[in-house]
């Protein structure tokens, strides 16, 4: 399965932006799906997660509250909406799929990830 993560800009600190992650080559609708980030000279960090049917997600205490996983499994694509972005959320943002039905913490149970999309929040 090939990912392709959209919708990174440039947008000011308040600011927001809605992430997309489309799936082609075949469906991940039974895939938990993760997004991740990697600010420059830092190491990537699980994001939010979503399960395969929605039901679960989980997110990083920093951005509870500000960023919302939902999924589309008709039309094979996960959305990150991320408002009240601040300059820290700075970050080439990817999607993965999980090799499970659940969402992970650990970036090693993703077997797919798309390409990264990048989002600079400015002060």
């Known amino acids: 399965v090939q990912l392709q993560a959209s919708g990174g800009g440039l947008v000011q600190a308040g600011g927001s932006l809605r992430l997309s992650c489309v799936a082609s080559?075949?469906?991940?609708?039974?895939?938990?799906v993760g997004w991740f980030r990697q600010a420059p000279g830092k190491e990537r960090e699980f994001v939010v997660g979503i399960s395969w049917n929605g039901a679960s997600t989980t997110y990083l205490d920093s951005v509870k509250g500000r960023f919302t996983i939902s999924r589309d499994r008709a039309k094979n694509t996960v959305y990150l909406q991320m408002s009240s972005l601040k300059p820290e959320d700075t970050a080439v943002y990817y999607c993965a799929a999980s090799r499970t039905p659940y969402s992970s913490h650990d970036s090693s149970q993703y077997n797919y990830w798309g390409q990264g999309t990048l989002v600079t929040v400015s002060s």
């Open positions: 080559g075949r469906t991940f609708s039974n895939n938990g």
